[in-house]
Structure formats: structure tokens, C-alpha cells
């Protein structure tokens, strides 16, 4: 059984670029990429995605000389879709034309069994895929721990843990990853988390795996 989830128009995941999240935002990444409008890009981007006769989704090189976009924007987006492309070959994962994403439940790795209600916590817990990243929705019991323990001295694994069940990228790597995308650290992250919960839990947007697994906005749900 495959779990879809549609295409956000109006939202990008981009690697290591920081974008606004309600009152709070994402700090400059260390490498020096600067905020930036997320609208902006999937407004530019999105008619240059072209799905090839595989099956799989690719950016046409001509978006190249037509938009100013920084290398690091495009360089997150390919990484995720390379990952989903292999999944398609491996006959795991569809993408349509109107790149809505299904995706195999039994991928190793990538927990899309979402829209889990807990009868303990309030909001959703799972994820969602798209063609440029991917949404992950913890619950108000999820969202303590993760910020509780990124706020905490040596507790970060933990939250890093409940993380990372969702999606094929280790604690240690999260961890790494985030330390070194966010002003603030892990500390920041954690706070950043805390803010955005309203009582049902928050939704994260990353892109990117491994290393390069980073989060560009925190929302509430």
C-alpha cells in the first residue's frame, strides 16, 4: 500500500537556507547563505521539474541561465531527488504529473505511515513526502521530548531519536547536521521548537540526507 501526499505550491524545503517560521526564524547558515523568500523559489523552480520517461524527476539544466539561484538551493533539492529516483527505479515510490509522491510504507528507512493519532498527545505524528524534501509532523508529546532534550546538556540523541524514525538519516548525522546549520545550535533549534508549539505539536521541513539532512522552518500545527 502506498501512503500520498500532494505537492505544497506554496513552500520549498531547501538545503541549508534558512526562511521565516511565525515569529521566530532559521539564522543565516554558517557557510554564509542568506535568508531568502521560500515563495520565491518554488515560484522560479517549479516549472523547470520535468519527469522523465522513467518515471523519475529532474530540474532542467536551462534553469541555470534563466534564474539567480544559489547553488546550495539546488544542490539540497537534487540530493532529495535523487533518493526518490531510486526509489522509483527500485519500483518503491510513483511520482505523477502533478509530482504528487507515493511512496512504498516498507521503505527501509522512511516511515510514511502517517497520520498516526495518539490517544495521550494532541496533533499528528509522521511524515509527509514531497519531490523537494519532506514535512515531519510530531505531536505535543514528541515535540517536549525533541525540545526538551535539544535544550538539555547530553540529551540531544534523544530528541535526535524521535526525529529520525521518520526518515533514513542517523541521530548522529541529525544532530551534526543541525548543529552546524542553525545559529544557536541544537539549544536554538530546541527553542526555536518550543516557540512554534501551540498545544498540537509543530511540523518540521527538511531537505537533503544524511549530513545534509537540514531543517529550514518550524511551524505550529
Known amino acids: 500500500m502506498k501512503s500520498k501526499s500532494l505537492v505544497a505550491l506554496v513552500s520549498l524545503l531547501i538545503f541549508t537556507l534558512p526562511i521565516s517560521v511565525g515569529a521566530s526564524s532559521l539564522n543565516k547558515a554558517e557557510d554564509g547563505v542568506p535568508e531568502q523568500n521560500m515563495d520565491n523559489y518554488i515560484n522560479q523552480l517549479e516549472t523547470y521539474v520535468k519527469i522523465d520517461n522513467d518515471g523519475t524527476i529532474s530540474l532542467d539544466s536551462s534553469y541555470k541561465e534563466d534564474l539567480e539561484i544559489p547553488k546550495k538551493v539546488t544542490e539540497g533539492i537534487e540530493d532529495w531527488m535523487n533518493y526518490l529516483n531510486q526509489l522509483v527505479r527500485d519500483g518503491k515510490a ?55 532534550s535539544f535544550k ?68 505550529p500545527q
Open 94 to 148: 510513483d511520482i505523477n504529473e502533478d509530482l504528487e509522491v507515493s511512496v512504498d510504507q516498507d521503505v527501509q528507512g522512511l516511515n510514511t505511515s502517517n497520520g498516526d493519532i495518539s490517544l495521550f498527545a494532541s496533533g499528528r505524528s509522521g511524515v509527509d513526502v514531497h519531490w523537494w524534501g519532506y514535512n515531519i509532523f510530531l505531536n505535543s508529546t514528541e515535540t517536549r521530548t525533541v525540545y526538551q
Open 152 to 219: 538539555t546538556s547530553g540529551g540531544a540523541m534523544d530528541g535526535a531519536a524521535v526525529i529520525s524514525r521518520f526518515i533514513p538519516v542517523p541521530p548522529t548525522q541529525l544532530v551534526s547536521a543541525i548543529s552546524g546549520a542553525i545559529g544557536g545550535g541544537l539549544v536554538g533549534f530546541g527553542n526555536m521548537i518550543q516557540d512554534e508549539n501551540q498545544g498540537n505539536g509543530v511540523r518540521i521541513r527538511f531537505t537533503g540526507l544524511g549530513y545534509a539532512a537540514v531543517p529550514t522552518g518550524v511551524f
